[in-house]
């Protein structure tokens, strides 16, 4: 049983460009959830899918951000025009509907850094 | 609102020293689920326990215990005989039942450095 993966692992880009990160869950889990983490600060939640609807979302999530789970699998999170501000770690996290107690398993996650 | 405050900002000790990290956290439900995750050098998070609010026994897992106390909103996390493969930053967190959110709510996290 893998864990959650996500890439690229690194991602440079400069102010203003596009980039999309992907993320795999683990086999099964129907939850998945994204986070961004800046230096020194814990994880900040960003959204979450059960399936493929998208149930929640962060303030945090300006219009810049969209995330997706077309088919129920794996997700992107695609971050237009970019700015300096948006550095940081995204990370992943999925779970099972057999946890009931929201046990969330985390990837490596996709340092971003905006030049 | 929710909030989790580990007011420990790094703690260095020697190996085979004990540690403790402390966690207070905030919340309107009654129903709640508190968490421990250690994410090491590498970036990675990684779980390490969670306790449910109407649970207050305290839990111990090798090196590893925990103590909740419902009544001070605190939920700390002891690492006995420490050792260097410990160094790493340890982040307690927060997710509520009410409403049907699933987020977690994190603090900022606790470094521990244990050195040779």
């Known amino acids: 049983d893998t864990g959650v993966s996500q890439n690229p692992r690194h991602k440079i880009t400069k102010r203003g460009q596009n980039v999309t990160f992907r993320c795999d869950p683990i086999s099964e889990h129907n939850r998945l959830y994204w986070y961004r983490q800046t230096l020194g600060q814990g994880p900040e939640f960003l959204t979450y899918f059960q399936n493929e609807a998208q149930l929640e979302k962060s303030r945090l999530l300006s219009d810049r951000f969209s995330a997706e789970r077309p088919k129920g699998s794996f997700s992107t999170l695609e971050i237009q025009r970019t700015e300096q501000g948006d550095s940081a770690m995204y990370l992943c996290?999925?779970?099972?509907?057999?946890?009931?107690?929201?046990?969330?398993?985390f990837g490596p996650g996709t340092r971003l850094t905006v030049l | 609102a929710q909030k989790v405050t580990q007011a420990q900002t790094e703690i260095s000790v020697v190996e085979k020293e004990d540690v403790t990290l402390d966690c207070v956290y905030e919340t309107r439900d009654t129903t709640y689920y508190l968490f421990w995750y250690k994410q090491p050098p590498s970036g990675e998070l990684v779980f390490l326990i969670r306790r449910n609010s109407f649970d207050e026994q305290n839990e111990i897992s090798g090196r590893y215990s925990w103590n909740f106390q419902k009544s001070t909103s605190s939920f700390n996390f002891t690492i006995t005989a420490s050792q260097v493969v410990d160094s790493a930053v340890y982040f307690c967190?927060?997710?509520?039942?009410?409403?049907?959110?699933?987020?977690?709510?994190f603090g900022k996290g606790t470094k521990l450095t244990v050195n040779p």
């Open positions: 967190a927060l997710s509520g039942i009410q409403g049907g959110s699933e987020k977690l709510v």
């Open positions: 996290a999925s779970r099972g509907t057999a946890s009931s107690y929201n046990e969330q398993f």
